[in-house]
């Protein structure tokens, strides 16, 4: 494992370039515009798609953009067995002048340099991961909506594909990029969401993968999310697994509190808890509008005494995909905090606005987030 990742870390080498193979089978403008009308979350998917090759002998290599279609992978595929895969998820936005951009791409190309490392995969070269972007855009730029609040999700992946049932870090794994036309996450847009408390489950655990964004932790959250959903919830909450009494995160979103008018309260990355983007960007314009922001520990006791004396005013969930969701109400078995009906908190929807705004062009990028994906000037 050592070896694999020795010979992978940030290398010298020169940048990768790829050959582009255009699909003989794209759809239509028209069928295309047919899906850019709803575009849903994560169910449709553009003409073209990036594969990168790496081995532990040549290390990165063959980047392309080809016609998006089925991997081959020989059943005995490490990944198939093992779940040595992880991914990311970013959002190329179009502006009101038709030009395209995406919102700190370098933040995740180096947490999925850092979810490599704790799945024992190679580390993509953060060039490598931006200019991946910015290949599959090129090409499939006209699959970007520009209705409010769509976006084209672009989901990076990484998976081991060695033909080999011994358990160890494979030497053969293969990066893809593949992109979604969205719109909302949730059914229903940005209303306010019930959430479930997870009481019998945990996502991570001290020295688990829940800092890494790995396909495992999912597939994890995915028998209490069925519960969520059997219970009327959207999401699904996670304590910590050790003592069970500290929020942890939603089974793919993070979790802000808002204390009074001006202190926002998120919980502290404790390595099971994802570093999110949305969240970091979060806390930057919480603290530009003067809101105190405290990463700390946050216990369902606080939750529960804090909605009741009235000192939590709201509640909310972000990520990518979710971007900021207000939380109405905490459900469990004999649980409920907070009121199912309630409307969407002031501040969570101003932070919203906000942080919609930049993403969209609306308002000055002042802390430089934005990347533009389509400028000639950036093929370089
Ligand atoms: C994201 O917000 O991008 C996520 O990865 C959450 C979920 C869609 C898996």
Request: aromatic share 8%.
């Amino acid at each position: 494992m050592s070896q694999t990742i020795a010979a992978t870390a940030a290398t010298e080498r020169a940048p990768l370039t790829f050959t582009v193979t255009p699909s003989t089978h794209a759809r239509s403008a028209a069928e295309r515009e047919a899906i850019l009308a709803d575009p849903g979350f994560g169910k449709n998917f553009t003409d073209h798609m990036v594969t990168i090759d790496w081995t532990l002998d040549e290390g990165w290599h063959d980047a392309r953009v080809t016609a998006y279609g089925p991997l081959m992978l020989d059943p005995a595929s490490s990944v198939l067995h093992y779940a040595q895969e992880i991914f990311e998820g970013l959002k190329a936005y179009r502006h009101a002048d038709g030009s395209i951009w995406t919102f700190r791409p370098e933040k995740n190309a180096e947490r999925m340099q850092r979810s490599a490392r704790r799945l024992a995969l190679p580390e993509l070269p953060a060039r490598d991961f931006i200019e991946s972007i910015k290949q599959i855009v090129a090409v499939d730029g006209d699959w970007v909506p520009s209705a409010p609040e769509t976006s084209l999700y672009l989901r990076p992946f990484m998976i081991a594909n060695e033909t080999f049932l011994g358990v160890r870090a494979a030497h053969k794994v293969g990066y893809y990029v593949i992109a979604s036309p969205a719109g909302a996450y949730f059914h229903g847009g940005v209303a306010p969401v019930k959430i479930w408390l997870a009481a019998d489950y945990s996502r991570a655990g001290r020295g688990g993968t829940g800092a890494a964004k790995c396909g495992g932790n999912y597939a994890a959250s995915l028998l209490p999310q069925m519960e969520a959903n059997e219970n009327g919830c959207a999401q699904v909450l996670f304590l910590d697994g050790e003592t069970g009494t500290r929020i942890d995160e939603l089974g793919g979103m993070n979790v802000f509190f808002v204390h009074g008018t001006d202190t926002l309260v998120t919980p502290r990355l404790t390595g099971s808890i994802l570093e999110g983007v949305t969240r970091d960007s979060i806390m930057q314009l919480a603290r530009d509008r003067g809101m105190t922001v405290e990463e700390r520990e946050v216990t369902l006791d606080e939750w529960r005494d804090g909605v009741a004396s009235g000192a939590i005013t709201e509640v909310f969930a972000c990520g990518t995909a979710a971007v900021v969701t207000p939380i109405a109400q905490l459900k469990g078995k004999d649980l409920e905090i907070g009121d199912a009906d309630a409307p969407a908190g002031e501040i969570t929807m101003a932070i919203r606005q906000e942080l919609t705004d930049i993403q969209y062009g609306r308002r000055p990028d002042r802390h430089g987030w934005l990347t533009r994906l389509d400028a000639p000037e950036s093929r370089a």
